[in-house]
Each structure stands twice: as structure tokens, then as C-alpha cells.
């Protein structure tokens, strides 16, 4: 094989990033040693949304990357969601000061660089930072993405979604932690063993486990979390007055200390949009990038339920308009399920100090298209700012990998001051609609004022029926939802009249069989084998119903 010279290599970086529509700017490839801004590294912004991968080693560039990226797609009219760990995003509302140094790098890649700012939103989740807080409703978080913070094993969170169904059926609404721990609370009384054994699937026992997990919730200050008003995910997609993309920066303070909450939180967020957002087919932009930094902390000692249900938001969210970018240290960190699905890739440079880390660094090589660059040695030496790229172009082929030399942001790369971040989050219009928690009457209301009307026996609202629709209701859990034989005996023939279930809010349903496969392979392995056949039967108004949220989410809470 005849060696390229420089120029030919120039070539093939320009002929391979040459494209018609509009672009994020990423840099100038580096070929040979040298900087050829006259080779410049792009990004298709109608593929942002076909999800990407911004990894590399501690220190490397990756918070400036997605900082430099949230810039361009503002300016593009996109709205951008940045989890900022570390606190250094703020700075994007800050215009940053040219200095000798920066001024002669963005010469050297051909950036025309001026300090900008750009509309920033700052939330805090429950209010634990500074910022407009973040809340969901337990009802609306759902049983899997709690079972996945409480830490349940499978049969407990089988057994959580019996307390939900319990809960929907008697109108008692679980809005906050004490809503559930009340509902969980009546079951494992004395007063409520009745319901308790109706519930089939159900064991005190393993009810008891459930309440001490949500207690120890509680003791470690997570009820701030959950609760009204509920944020609206549309929030996230909102565009400034002058017609940039509002970046909505989520604050996480206390990351360290609640790292199962943060990731899982992020996933309820991409859920929601998920079963909010209609079908959109191919967009000249998407409707939003969402950037998921620390993405290992979303899969380290996850079920293969969660993995499944996460799999399948990231392969159907994209038709949406929505593109998820995954940012963590290297590749490995995802799952091959999901890394398959990332077309964009901006790879910071990798540390061989271990045996581990070489076997991680050839992972990573692997994972590249043919290339005229050594990546792994590339890979070691690539300085901090440099990264290997290759991107989907707009045909749908991968772009020739390109040691880049990336673009500087224009705004501050560090915090804003606090005075900034204070004013702006005051003079928000999210204020006045999230800035107060508020405490309306649910099932902890409902529960506590039926004991004192009963004399102190807590009893829920009576269920509709009788017997033999209580114990077709146990037979039909435990078969459709439990996914196992029933041990109760079938029901006699009634002449009752036939129980209205409640009526639930209507959601369109895709056409797509491919879709609703992949649904229904999800929602399978997380509520339970038998569950797989039945979703995947879309006649029956069960499976309608439950194809609304991948990870047995709400498809529509009171705002």
C-alpha cells in the first residue's frame, strides 16, 4: 500500500467534510504534525440528532468540547440540556475576554472568535443548588426508574409496581415520598392486610423491605425531590426572543453524594420527552441535543430491564428530533447496545498507565473507522483541546477520521459570578411557575383523614366491585403483569355488571411495527415475561396503555 503524502491526506479531510447544509464548526484537522485550518473539521447539524460520544481521560477538553457545541447549536436556533457537574457551564452567560494566547490559537484553526454570551436557563434538581428547582411527581417518576434509586432487586420492584397499581386503582395520587410511604404504610398494617392479600404478587415481607428502603430515602434528604409543581419537560425546547436555543444548564452540587439520583433523574427527563414528543421523520435541526455527561454513573450496576429500556430511548428518540450526546471517559463506559447507536464521535486523548487502560485504549481503536493516522499512538499524545473526530455526514456515511485541533468557546470557560446566576435565575419566567413547592391533598391526605373520620382505622378510598372482581383483578396481575400463573382460582360466572376501569388520557401509538417491537422487547424484560406477548398484541387497550412510557412512566401528570 503506497504512502499518502500530506497533501493527498489534506484532500481527503476537505473532500470528506465539504457539506451542503449547515454545520457545528469543530476545528482544523492536524495531519503530519501540523494545523491545516484550510481542512476544517465539521459536524452536519441535521445529524445531531442521529446521538454521538464525547469521551477522553480526565482533564483532556471534554466540558469545553460540549461547551463549545452548545454554543454553535444556541446560535443555530437549537435548544441544548447540559448536566453541569462541576459548575464551569455557567460561564456560558458570560462573554469571554480575548487574550494573546486564545487569539493566536483561533488564528492558527481560522476561527473568526469574538466573547459572546448566550440565554441560559439554571435549574437545581428539588432546589439544591442555584436554580429554578426541578421536581417530578412519584407517579410520574414511575416504579422502574425508583426501583433503580432505591436499589430494589427484581422481585421488589415487581412488587413496587403492585403498590402503584393498588394506588391508581383507589384514586389515591402519589405525589411526594410520605404519599407512598403511606400507601406502603396501610398495606402492612393490621387494617389493610385484606388489601394486602387481594394484591396477590404481594408479600408483607417484602412490602416492609420496600418501606425501609424509601424511609432510608428520606433520612438522606431526597423527598425535596419529588413533588408539585412537576416540571414540564417542554420547558427544555423553549428559544430566546432574538430566536437562539435557550441552554438549559441543570446544577448538581451534591453529585457525589446522590450519584443514582442524578443519572436517573436525566433518564425520567429523556422518558418524558420520549412520550410527549410526536414522530418528527428527518429534520433540517433537532428540536433539542441533550447532553448526558457522566454517562457511566447511568449504567454502572444497572438491570438489563433499565439497560433495555434505555436502549430502546436512545434508538427512537432520535425520530423524535431529539440527539442525545453521551460524555464520559471511554467508550467502555456504554453499553454496546447503545455505543452502536452513536454515529458522532469526538474522542479526547486516552492513558495507557495500566494494563487496563491498554485494553481499554485498543477497545477504543477498534471502534474507528480505516484511517491514515495511527490512533493509538494519536490516542496517547493528542494534546488537551485536540480530538479524533469522525461525524455522520448528511448521505448517512461516516466522515474520515480527523485529528482535530477544536474550536475555543466565546464565552467564559469556567463559572459565571453569582451575582449573575442569581439575577438570572430571578428574573426567569420558570420562577413564579416552580419556585414555591406546593402540598396538594393526595394519598397521604386521603389516607391519614379516613383513620381519623374511621376512628384511626387508615382505610383507602373502597374499591369498585366485589369479591369476584377483586380476585379477577389479583388473577390478572399476577398473569399479565407478574408475567407467572395465577394461584387463585378462576372466577364463577357474574351477572355484575362489567367494572369501568378508569379512564386514561389517549396517546397516539406508532404505526410502526419496528417501533413497537422494540417497545415491547423493553417493557418485557422490565414488568415481567408475560408482559412481552401481550405488548406486543396492540389490539388490546392493556398493551395501548402500556406502551405509553418505556420505562413504566406517566404519560400525562397535572401540571
Same mark, same amino acid.
Given at each position: 500500500?503506497?504512502?499518502?503524502?500530506?497533501?493527498?491526506?489534506?484532500?481527503?479531510?476537505?473532500?470528506?467534510?465539504?457539506?451542503?447544509?449547515?454545520?457545528?464548526?469543530?476545528?482544523?484537522?492536524?495531519?503530519?504534525?501540523?494545523?491545516?485550518?484550510?481542512?476544517?473539521?465539521?459536524?452536519?447539524?441535521?445529524?445531531?440528532?442521529?446521538?454521538?460520544?464525547?469521551?477522553?481521560?480526565?482533564?483532556?477538553?471534554? !466540558?469545553?468540547?460540549?461547551?463549545?457545541?452548545?454554543?454553535?447549536?444556541?446560535?443555530?436556533?437549537?435548544?441544548?440540556?447540559?448536566?453541569?457537574?462541576?459548575?464551569?457551564?455557567?460561564?456560558?452567560?458570560?462573554?469571554?475576554?480575548?487574550?494573546?494566547? /486564545?487569539?493566536?490559537?483561533?488564528?492558527?484553526?481560522?476561527?473568526?472568535?469574538?466573547?459572546?454570551?448566550?440565554?441560559?436557563?439554571?435549574?437545581?434538581?428539588?432546589?439544591?443548588?442555584?436554580?429554578?428547582?426541578?421536581?417530578? !411527581?412519584?407517579?410520574?417518576?414511575?416504579?422502574?426508574?425508583?426501583?433503580?434509586?432505591?436499589?430494589?432487586?427484581?422481585?421488589?420492584?415487581?412488587?413496587?409496581?403492585?403498590?402503584?397499581?393498588?394506588?391508581?386503582?383507589?384514586?389515591?395520587?402519589?405525589?411526594?415520598?410520605?404519599?407512598?410511604?403511606?400507601?406502603?404504610?396501610?398495606?402492612?398494617?393490621?387494617?389493610?392486610?385484606?388489601?394486602?392479600?387481594?394484591?396477590?404478587?404481594?408479600?408483607?415481607?417484602?412490602?416492609?423491605?420496600?418501606?425501609?428502603?424509601?424511609?432510608?430515602?428520606?433520612?438522606?434528604?431526597?423527598?425535596?425531590?419529588?413533588?408539585?409543581?412537576?416540571?414540564?419537560?417542554?420547558?427544555?425546547?423553549?428559544?430566546?426572543?432574538?430566536?437562539?436555543?435557550?441552554?438549559?444548564?441543570?446544577?448538581?452540587?451534591?453529585?457525589?453524594?446522590?450519584?443514582?439520583?442524578?443519572?436517573?433523574?436525566?433518564?425520567?427527563?429523556?422518558?418524558? /420527552?420520549?412520550?410527549?414528543?410526536?414522530?418528527?421523520?428527518?429534520?433540517?435541526?433537532?428540536?433539542?441535543?441533550?447532553?448526558?455527561?457522566?454517562?457511566?454513573?447511568?449504567?454502572?450496576?444497572?438491570?438489563?430491564?433499565?439497560?433495555?429500556?434505555?436502549?430502546?430511548?436512545?434508538?427512537?428518540?432520535?425520530?423524535?428530533?431529539?440527539?442525545?450526546?453521551?460524555?464520559?471517559?471511554?467508550?467502555?463506559?456504554?453499553?454496546?447496545?447503545?455505543?452502536?447507536?452513536?454515529?458522532?464521535?469526538?474522542?479526547?486523548?486516552?492513558?495507557?498507565?495500566?494494563?487496563?487502560?491498554?485494553?481499554?485504549?485498543?477497545?477504543?481503536?477498534?471502534?474507528?473507522?480505516?484511517?491514515?493516522?495511527?490512533?493509538?499512538?494519536? /490516542?496517547?499524545?493528542?494534546?488537551?483541546?485536540?480530538?479524533?473526530?469522525?461525524?455522520?455526514?448528511?448521505?448517512?456515511?461516516?466522515?474520515?477520521?480527523?485529528?482535530?485541533?477544536?474550536?475555543?468557546?466565546?464565552?467564559?470557560?469556567?463559572?459565571?459570578?453569582?451575582?449573575?446566576?442569581?439575577?438570572?435565575?430571578?428574573?426567569?419566567?420558570?420562577?413564579?411557575?416552580?419556585? !414555591?413547592?406546593?402540598?396538594?391533598?393526595?394519598?397521604?391526605?386521603?389516607?391519614?383523614?379516613?383513620?381519623?373520620?374511621?376512628?384511626?382505622?387508615?382505610?383507602?378510598?373502597?374499591?369498585?366491585?366485589?369479591?369476584?372482581?377483586?380476585?379477577?383483578?389479583?388473577?390478572?396481575?399476577?398473569?399479565?403483569?407478574?408475567?407467572?400463573?395465577?394461584?387463585?382460582?378462576?372466577?364463577?360466572?357474574?351477572?355484575?355488571?362489567?367494572?369501568?376501569?378508569?379512564?386514561?388520557?389517549?396517546?397516539?401509538?406508532?404505526?410502526?411495527?419496528?417501533?413497537?417491537?422494540?417497545?415491547?422487547?423493553?417493557?418485557?424484560?422490565?414488568?415481567?415475561?408475560?408482559?412481552?406477548?401481550?405488548?406486543?398484541?396492540?389490539?388490546?387497550?392493556?398493551?395501548?396503555?402500556?406502551?405509553?412510557?418505556?420505562?413504566?412512566?406517566?404519560?400525562?401528570?397535572?401540571?
Amino acid at each position: 500500500m503506497a504512502i499518502k503524502s500530506t497533501a493527498d491526506k489534506v484532500a481527503t479531510i476537505q473532500k470528506g467534510y465539504t457539506l451542503e447544509g449547515p454545520t457545528i464548526e469543530l476545528g482544523a484537522a492536524i495531519i503530519d504534525g501540523e494545523v491545516h485550518k484550510e481542512a476544517p473539521v465539521r459536524l452536519p447539524l441535521s445529524m445531531m440528532n442521529r446521538h454521538g460520544l464525547v469521551a477522553g481521560a480526565t482533564g483532556t477538553g471534554k !466540558t469545553v468540547t460540549l461547551h463549545m457545541m452548545a454554543e454553535q447549536l444556541s446560535a443555530a436556533g437549537v435548544p441544548v440540556f447540559l448536566a453541569d457537574i462541576k459548575g464551569d457551564l455557567s460561564g456560558l452567560a458570560s462573554a469571554a475576554t480575548g487574550s494573546e494566547k /486564545l487569539m493566536a490559537r483561533t488564528a492558527g484553526i481560522g476561527q473568526p472568535w469574538s466573547g459572546k454570551t448566550f440565554p441560559v436557563e439554571f435549574l437545581a434538581l428539588g432546589g439544591d443548588g442555584n436554580g429554578i428547582p426541578v421536581r417530578a !411527581t412519584i407517579t410520574s417518576f414511575g416504579p422502574i426508574l425508583l426501583s433503580r434509586i432505591m436499589e430494589l432487586n427484581d422481585t421488589q420492584e415487581s412488587s413496587l409496581q403492585l403498590v402503584f397499581h393498588f394506588a391508581d386503582k383507589n384514586n389515591l395520587e402519589l405525589i411526594d415520598l410520605k404519599d407512598l410511604r403511606a400507601v406502603i404504610q396501610f398495606l402492612t398494617s393490621a387494617e389493610g392486610k385484606d388489601e394486602l392479600e387481594e394484591l396477590g404478587g404481594l408479600s408483607k415481607a417484602t412490602a416492609g423491605v420496600i418501606l425501609r428502603e424509601l424511609i432510608t430515602l428520606e433520612a438522606q434528604g431526597m423527598e425535596k425531590f419529588f413533588g408539585e409543581p412537576e416540571f414540564d419537560t417542554a420547558e427544555l425546547m423553549r428559544t430566546a426572543p432574538d430566536g437562539r436555543g435557550v441552554i438549559t444548564c441543570l446544577e448538581l452540587p451534591t453529585l457525589q453524594t446522590k450519584p443514582m439520583l442524578f443519572s436517573t433523574f436525566l433518564m425520567w427527563l429523556l422518558a418524558d /420527552l420520549f412520550d410527549d414528543l410526536p414522530e418528527a421523520g428527518d429534520l433540517d435541526k433537532p428540536k433539542l441535543v441533550f447532553f448526558l455527561d457522566e454517562a457511566h454513573l447511568l449504567f454502572n450496576g444497572a438491570s438489563k430491564a433499565f439497560l433495555d429500556a434505555i436502549t430502546t430511548t436512545v434508538r427512537l428518540i432520535r425520530s423524535k428530533g431529539v440527539g442525545i450526546f453521551f460524555v464520559t471517559q471511554t467508550p467502555k463506559d456504554v453499553p454496546a447496545e447503545v455505543l452502536g447507536q452513536l454515529a458522532n464521535r469526538v474522542q479526547h486523548a486516552l492513558r495507557a498507565y495500566t494494563p487496563e487502560d491498554a485494553k481499554a485504549l485498543k477497545a477504543t481503536v477498534s471502534t474507528f473507522p480505516m484511517s491514515d493516522y495511527d490512533l493509538e499512538e494519536t /490516542l496517547t499524545s493528542a494534546g488537551i483541546g485536540e480530538a479524533v473526530i469522525t461525524v455522520m455526514n448528511e448521505k448517512g456515511a461516516p466522515t474520515p477520521v480527523a485529528l482535530t485541533r477544536l474550536r475555543a468557546p466565546e464565552s467564559v470557560m469556567g463559572p459565571s459570578v453569582d451575582t449573575l446566576i442569581s439575577s438570572t435565575v430571578a428574573d426567569s419566567a420558570l420562577l413564579p411557575k416552580y419556585g !414555591t413547592a406546593v402540598d396538594n391533598v393526595s394519598a397521604y391526605e386521603k389516607i391519614a383523614g379516613e383513620a381519623a373520620a374511621d376512628g384511626g382505622a387508615a382505610a383507602p378510598a373502597p374499591a369498585p366491585g366485589g369479591t369476584s372482581d377483586v380476585d379477577a383483578e389479583a388473577r390478572r396481575i399476577e398473569e399479565e403483569i407478574l408475567g407467572r400463573p395465577s394461584s387463585r382460582p378462576a372466577p364463577a360466572p357474574s351477572r355484575q355488571e362489567p367494572r369501568e376501569e378508569p379512564r386514561q388520557p389517549q396517546r397516539r401509538t406508532a404505526d410502526d411495527g419496528g417501533m413497537a417491537g422494540d417497545l415491547a422487547g423493553a417493557l418485557g424484560g422490565a414488568l415481567g415475561g408475560g408482559l412481552k406477548s401481550m405488548a406486543r398484541s396492540l389490539g388490546t387497550q392493556l398493551g395501548r396503555e402500556l406502551l405509553r412510557g418505556v420505562f413504566g412512566t406517566a404519560p400525562r401528570r397535572r401540571r
